[in-house]
């Protein structure tokens, strides 16, 4: 489905025609669920994420979340909760919270574009790499807490060692 030959209620400056275009020239999996909402599956170092763009144009804004491929264990959600805490300190842009419903960690963030007319491709290039980036320097993190019964604190310790040289 294109986006740039639908106008509907979206209007003329849909970010959503942008990020369809990063999309493609990825090959990346996408559904595109209307004309103000686009699921999409990327590839990453520790597991598969799920990103998902919602569209408002009354308010002039896109919501963005990249979701993980794991599912909080309802005896874990406290730490996971004091994990999220500590983390969303580490982060300019955006930041982790869980959709408790489901129990997904998740990346969000929002890009208000009142004024701006539509989106540049490296400022959505620049949203996404930044959320998956984040994922993939966390997601240990979230693993030590799920499944490793660490602490909060000492997980986001671990995860934050940087590898020094090459195997």
Same mark, same amino acid.
């Given at each position: 489905? !294109?986006?740039?030959? $639908?106008?509907?209620?979206?209007?003329?400056?849909?970010? @959503?025609?942008?990020?369809?275009?990063?999309?493609?020239?990825?090959?990346w999996t996408f559904?595109?669920?209307?004309?103000?909402?686009? !699921?999409?599956?990327?590839?990453?170092?520790?597991?598969?994420?799920?990103?998902y763009f919602a569209?408002?144009?009354?308010?002039?804004? $896109?919501?963005? &979340?990249? !979701?993980?491929? $794991?599912?909080?264990?309802?005896?874990?959600?406290?730490?996971?909760?004091?994990? @999220?805490? @500590?983390?969303?300190?580490? %982060?300019?842009?955006?930041?982790?919270? $869980?959709?408790?419903?489901?129990? @997904?960690?998740?990346?969000?963030?929002? %890009?208000? %574009?009142?004024?701006? /007319?539509?989106?540049?491709?490296?400022? %959505?290039?620049?949203?996404?790499?930044? /959320?998956?980036?984040?994922?993939?320097?966390?997601?240990?993190?979230?693993?030590?807490?799920?499944?490793?019964?660490?602490?909060? !604190?000492?997980?986001?310790?671990?995860?934050?060692?940087? &590898?020094?040289?090459?195997?």
């Open positions: 489905m !294109a986006f740039s030959n $639908m106008m509907g209620d979206a209007g003329p400056h849909n970010p @959503l025609d942008v990020i369809e275009h990063i999309v493609h020239a990825n090959d559904d595109c669920r209307n004309d103000r909402e686009m !699921a999409v599956q990327v590839p990453g170092r520790w597991c598969d994420y799920s990103l569209w408002n144009a009354d308010a002039n804004a $896109m919501h963005f &979340t990249c !979701a993980f491929d $794991m599912r909080v264990p309802s005896q874990r959600r406290s730490p996971i909760y004091e994990l @999220l805490a @500590l983390v969303n300190e580490r %982060l300019w842009l955006g930041s982790f919270g $869980m959709w408790d419903e489901e129990g @997904l960690p998740m990346f969000r963030h929002a %890009l208000p %574009l009142r004024g701006a /007319g539509a989106p540049s491709i490296e400022q %959505l290039e620049d949203l996404l790499d930044t /959320g998956i980036w984040e994922c993939e320097r966390f997601y240990p993190a979230f693993q030590y807490v799920i499944w490793g019964g660490k602490s909060a !604190a000492d997980a986001v310790k671990l995860a934050m060692i940087e &590898t020094a040289g090459e195997a």
